[in-house]
């Protein structure tokens, strides 16, 4: 895992170095100079798999992308993100004519997006108005997609329409096409992301040949909920980077403020919520880390913890964000001074909840899933959880044809728990095993899906998993972590807050003097280029 952080690290460059053009091309509503300078030294050979001859590994590999990037601009993170979601249907169903050209398209720094909104129907993809008409030798489509990452600057595109027989994806490479095939709609003005191409596309009666279609005829639906398990997983990528930043400009404020004759990080109450802002940090690393190794090592459980990542991860982070808001003062809101790029990562942020799945889409994904998760709670299947968890064994290359649309009655997380931790007890065990009968109660309660009570007994489901997933992930990485992470009272306190509780716990100064010397915001020992 390191080795990818450090190539990255190293091709990005110092981060403090950026912070002037980031900020100006932010103002300007442009797209980031250093994403584009990237794009054309070839940082697109990460998005495809080796078996092509790209350089893709692992989606471990592209998590680090994602989350190095993302700490000095998340806008950069989510365009070159976006450029492997629209990727993804193409690798997971394309055919090898396919493959071919979005090799070829990425390895010469085109663009590329997934265009499944509309203006009218937004995360209701299945009422597409985008329409395919099939004559002898060919497909009309007709409709316009909108608010797309990439619409105008993308070379290709993986385009969702309905065909007579359902939703279909095609696959379109914009440089076959002529400027009167398609209408490129203006970009849209944003609160966050502001340099990134988020506009749209127009098609009237343009003419595709059949070997477009990406996968099967009517099978569209079947393909992205494929797609968005990779992609939800990662967006938490680009949460992380966020954190990253936002948290190292919070501690270097405490560390020089002086207010009443004392430095800000020396107040007890500073202290606290600097801790708790830190935890909020890990708990989502513990997470992200766990699910990015799930997708190639257990992929069949990605249908349901691919939703509680996108759900649970950007609303733990935007706490952090808030806390570490909080501490800065009004330097959180200018766009100037000491910390400009904290306001950018504030409004940057804020749409990660957003695409891939709103988080109320995503948790109406877990409570759909209700039924199953009854089983689930009490589930002791025996799997390799060690593989899965121990970071010392390599996680394998992408395959996406191991994805499933639902893991059944099964579940990684509690089984890891119900089956390794039956004997055990400690107080943080007794503590979860209190937490778990708490849900299935409030589980059984639930009658109506789409119900807010069903809204409200996700939130408690991902919270729970989250916590057990927490406790799994120390326990097997421990002669790997920093110190001060592994005591039972630091992985209590991080439990504790993840589940809401109320417990004052204060790390030592040392962890934050090791951040401020050039280490990622981790558990490990992974240097930054600053």
Request: aromatic content about 10%; overall charge negative; hydrophobic content about 40%.
């Amino acid at each position: 895992m390191n080795e990818f952080y450090q190539q990255f690290e190293m091709i990005f460059g110092p981060r403090k170095g950026l912070i002037p053009s980031i900020l100006e091309d932010d103002e300007n509503s442009s797209f980031p100079r250093e994403a584009q300078s990237l794009i054309n030294q070839g940082i697109l050979r990460f998005l495809i798999p080796m078996e092509l001859g790209g350089e893709l590994k692992g989606i471990d590999q592209l998590f680090a992308l994602g989350r190095s990037l993302a700490r000095r601009n998340v806008t950069s993170a989510i365009a070159v993100g976006q450029c492997f979601l629209g990727s993804l249907p193409v690798w997971i169903h394309g055919s090898a004519e396919q493959k071919h050209a979005l090799t070829s398209i990425l390895s010469q720094g085109g663009l590329n997006c997934l265009a499944l909104t509309e203006l009218e129907h937004g995360s209701d993809i299945s009422a597409s108005e985008v329409t395919i008409d099939e004559t002898e030798d060919s497909f009309i489509l007709n409709g316009q997609k909108w608010c797309i990452n990439n619409a105008t600057k993308g070379k290709v595109m993986s385009v969702l329409a309905i065909a007579e027989n359902g939703p279909t994806l095609l696959f379109i490479d914009k440089s076959q096409l002529s400027k009167d095939d398609y209408e490129n709609i203006d970009k849209l003005k944003t609160h966050g992301i502001r340099g990134a191409d988020i506009s749209g596309i127009k098609f009237d009666e343009l003419s595709l040949p059949k070997d477009v279609v990406i996968g099967k005829k009517g099978r569209a639906l079947e393909t992205v909920a494929r797609t968005m398990q990779i992609s939800r997983t990662l967006c938490a990528a680009f949460s992380l980077g966020a954190a990253d930043s936002t948290f190292r400009d919070m501690l270097d404020f405490t560390h020089s403020r002086v207010l009443y004759d004392e430095l800000l990080k020396d107040r007890g109450s500073v202290k606290s919520l600097s801790s708790k802002a830190l935890a909020l940090i890990l708990a989502s690393e513990a997470l992200s880390i766990s699910v990015t190794r799930m997708a190639t090592l257990a992929p069949k459980f990605m249908a349901l913890y691919s939703a509680v990542t996108k759900s649970f991860i950007p609303h733990m982070i935007e706490k952090q964000i808030g806390i570490s808001s909080e501490i800065l003062g009004a330097r959180y809101y200018l766009r100037e001074n000491d910390y400009p790029l904290f306001q950018k990562n504030v409004r940057d942020h804020a749409v990660v909840s957003l695409f891939d799945g709103s988080m109320g889409v995503n948790l109406s994904i877990i409570a759909s899933k209700f039924n199953n998760i009854k089983n689930h709670i009490d589930a002791e299947e025996e799997y390799d959880f060690e593989e899965v968890y121990n970071l010392k064994y390599e996680t394998l290359h992408f395959d996406g044809s191991s994805l499933k649309l639902s893991s059944r009655s099964e579940d990684f997380i509690f089984s890891a728990f119900n089956t390794l931790y039956d004997e055990d007890t400690r107080g943080i065990v007794l503590q979860l095993r209190s937490e778990v009968e708490k849900l299935r109660s409030f589980i059984e309660g639930v009658t109506d899906y789409t119900a807010y009570l069903a809204r409200d007994a996700a939130l408690k489901y991902c919270r729970v998993v989250t916590a057990i997933n927490y406790l799994l992930f120390t326990d097997y990485n421990k002669d790997k972590m920093i110190g001060d992470f592994t005591t039972d009272d630091s992985i209590q306190f991080v439990i504790s807050t993840i589940l809401d509780d109320s417990c004052d716990y204060q790390y030592d100064e040392s962890v934050y003097k090791n951040i401020l010397s050039g280490k990622l915001v981790s558990h490990f020992d992974i240097g930054v280029n600053e």
